[in-house]
């Protein structure tokens, strides 16, 4: 009996962690455009080559987007019209360090809500942060397409 327990128990467990992503997700809901680097082209956008890689912008159906091309994806910045302050307090994680670049805040940091990240400084990095004028960007794993 106690055999058929654990078989039954071990064989949900294998369900559940096989058939859900119980992974976090990101949540796009709030941010108000988004900047893609991929590593080729997407049928039916618009893209700005730069070198070997393709960035596109989209402005709607930010998540679709991204679940749909999530393989070609090396990097994405999201933009909010929301505060540094308010974003890093949605954004779960731990942020290690700033510094001022050509006159901005940076900030720089982990989220277990992205798995792809660099070394920076000897740490793991997946995500950096800059206001620019009225909008926050949000770079995962950093902001790859400039401020």
Do not use: W
Not at 14 to 34: E, G, H, I, N, Q
Not at 65 to 73: A, E, G, L, M, T
């Amino acid at each position: 009996m106690k055999n058929l327990v654990a078989f039954l128990f071990v064989t949900v467990l294998l369900f559940v962690f096989c058939c859900f992503d119980l992974s976090p997700k990101l949540s796009f809901s709030l941010a108000t455009r988004a900047s893609f680097v991929l590593d080729q082209k997407v049928e039916g956008f618009d893209y700005v080559q730069n070198g070997e890689q393709y960035i596109v912008e989209v402005y709607s159906d930010i998540e679709n987007f991204y679940r749909s091309h999530s393989d070609k994806i090396q990097g994405f910045n999201l933009y909010f019209s929301q505060s540094v302050k308010q974003v890093m307090q949605n954004l779960p994680g731990q942020f290690y360090q700033s510094q001022d670049v050509e006159g901005m805040q940076v900030f720089y940091g982990y989220t277990n809500l992205y798995d792809d990240f660099r070394y920076v400084a000897g740490k793991k990095i997946n995500v950096q942060i800059a206001q620019q004028q009225n909008q926050v960007i949000v770079g995962f794993p950093l902001i790859l397409t400039g401020f």
